[in-house]
């Protein structure tokens, strides 16, 4: 369903990977901005304030379940389409 956005992760993931290591310790949430070509690495808080209460709980199980299983959440934010897209990945 979202494979374009897979494929953006994935030509970026060195990038991804990189930006997320340097702040491992922080345990952020990364997003990678589809028409800005940029990613930032968020702290989870500030990430998560800037959510609906829906998707703030959405991200809450994730997050949590992605630490457990040593895994990063990272957002894809397509803003021509309005879409956010989360995946939890290994790192």
Known sequence: M??????AVGEQWDNILGLYKRFEAKKPVILLDIQEQKIYAYPYNDFRSNLS????????????AAILDNEMVVFVRDNEKKELVSYSLEY
């Open 53 to 64: 209460k829906r998707s703030q709980i959405q991200l809450e199980e994730q997050y949590e």
């Open 2 to 7: 979202y494979e374009q956005y897979w494929d």
